[in-house]
C-alpha cells in the first residue's frame, strides 16, 4: 500500500531547492550539470588553497600517503568533479554524501587536503559513496 503525502508549504519549497541544487530532475532529457557539483568543486578548492597556505606559512610537511602524487594534476577540482559525473552515472547526492566522507577522513587523520592528493581522495570518495547510495543489487 501506498501512502499519500499531503503537500504542503514545505515539502513544495524544499522541492525547490531540490531542483535548483540539481539533486532532483525536472523532467526527462539531457540533465545539465547540477548546481551543487559547482558548490562542492568551490568548497573543495578553498580548502585546498587555506591549507596550502598554512602549511606554507607554518614550514610544517604534510603527512605522505598513498594518496599522495608527485605533482598537482592539470585538470582543475571542477573539471574532474565535472568528468566524474559526466562518464560515472552516480547521482547528485553521491557527491554531496562523498563530500562528506572525504571530511570524516580529513578530521580522523593528520593529512591536509591539498593539490597533490585531493583529486585521489575525491575520486575514492565518490566511489565508496556511489557503491553506498546508487548501486542497486
Known sequence: MGTLAVETESNVGSDVVY???GLKGLGKGVMKLPRVLSLLSSLLEKSVQINELQLEATQAKDVLTIFHGLRAP??????????????????????????I?????????????????????????????????????
Open 19 to 21: 531542483i535548483s541544487l
Open 101 to 137: 566522507y572525504l571530511d570524516r577522513f580529513l578530521k580522523n587523520t593528520d593529512i591536509h587536503l591539498t593539490s597533490l592528493n585531493v583529486h585521489r581522495l575525491l575520486i575514492t570518495s565518490v566511489m565508496l559513496a556511489a557503491k553506498f547510495m546508487d548501486d542497486i543489487l
Open 74 to 99: 592539470s585538470l582543475s577540482i571542477s573539471q574532474y568533479i565535472d568528468r566524474i559525473f559526466k562518464y560515472s552515472g552516480c547521482s547528485p547526492s553521491c557527491f554531496v554524501v562523498a563530500n
